[in-house]
């Protein structure tokens, strides 16, 4: 992937992807008053992203070393449990991942498309940055709705 | 002491999550060696190519998080947690020499699995200070130097890349080895201003109450005695002779309490001329040995005009309480019942002396 697309996939994939994803965690830990607090740090995350696509690591662990990163600015951007954050941040990658298996199966299946054809492209990769936009957006609904019943119910 | 146990459980928390991340980093970088994904794609067909990566994915971090829902109901049970902290040093040990071995049969630079040997230094760090950090460090650096040396693999570490390396690992280890021995220092200095009387150096008033109440609910089946004692003619002394005389008598009094407290108990200043020793998994007759060599001991020493004293001379009085005794419930008891004791052997002296 050259350099324009991978700018070009950081300013409109990556970056509403980690910005949605560090919402749901503010919105998850009651603190989605900070919503500013919560866009920064989606946004540090972002270029941490970037950055680490960019190192010459074993295949695969990029995603994890990312999840851990993640952790880490959470305990330093929230005042919660490490425990906790641990958890939050699992469920964050976890929703995150399950937009990637739906919206993988439907792009495919409907437009005929490879996996490399998808992730290759900056236009499908937009397509599913908003799909992830939008299920992180829909939970963090729900979660607002349902506060009490989520947040006391599950983790505390 | 509440702020004390929290920090301590976070830190732990901290080193416990540091560990499990550098064991699934491990854990995923032998499945990469092994590169089973390719063997199941084959098995699969490749038909499954494309959803196979999300999948994957998914699984990988439900599997996770499900591993960890169980570390941390583990580690949450008090008894087990101090197990994991009671072998903090094994288990450094044994993620040092995994995470050498992993990256020394990783013959190949494209991997780039030596950031690995940052964990290791971050938790020794963390746990054992400065100078294990810097070892960790010397051991890592001296590895990856013998390897560029040696050219194992099928080519040679950089040299830039070793030494850049090896700067970093020495700069993490000095600086979170030097904040967390600085950190350690700073907490001992404050114990000691916030637990320590500075007149008699024993334990203060405060420092008393938080050690009997955790001593007495952490006794289980075993004896906790309290020795409440007072000084007699104290304060005559200081009436009469002022007060900077009346604090030699209490500085030297707070030594002859801790030289003969056994180093398994707390001597502590209760307040003004009152003394108390919490003597943990001793007998009342234990106990009163030890009040009675130490009114000895005062009875021996000769303070600067006490024999001009018409009530007497200096002495102390105790009063004991053990757990053992049927009417204590509570630690507040314990010091009411050993306070109670006191003023009736008080009383006694008194009629003797009468």
Redesign the interface.
Known sequence: MNIDIRLLTFLFHTIPECMACSLFVFAYTDNLNHWKKGLALGFLFALITFLMRLLPIIQGLHTLLLFFVFTFLLYIFIDIKFFSIVKISFLGFLIMALGEVISFTILINSFDLTHDQMVNSVFWLIILALFQVFLFGMVILVIIRKNKYFFNSIWE | MTWKKNRHL?LS??IF?TQF?TV??II??II?LLDPIDKLLVIAGNDI???F???L??TM??I??VV??LI?KVYKNAKYRKIFLMKSTYINIFIIAIVAVIVNITIEQ????E?FFIMPVLTISLTHGLKLAMITALFFSSNLLLKNILGIGDYSLDLYFVIIYSCILFLVAWLTGSFSEQEKETIGDLESKVNIDELTGLSNHRHFHETLADIYNNKGSNEVCLIYGDLDNFKYYNDTFGHTKGDQVLKKVGEIIAEETPHDCIAARYGGDEFTIILPGYSVEQADIIGNNIKHKLKEEKFLGEEQMLHGEIGISFGISSSSFNCINSPLELIEIADSNLYREKGSQLRVSN
């Open positions: 976070k928390e901290f999550i991340f699934v980093l995923a970088v990469a190519t494309d959803f990566r999300p999948i994915l998914f971090f439900l996770l998080f960890f829902l941390e494209k991997y780039f699995i950031m």
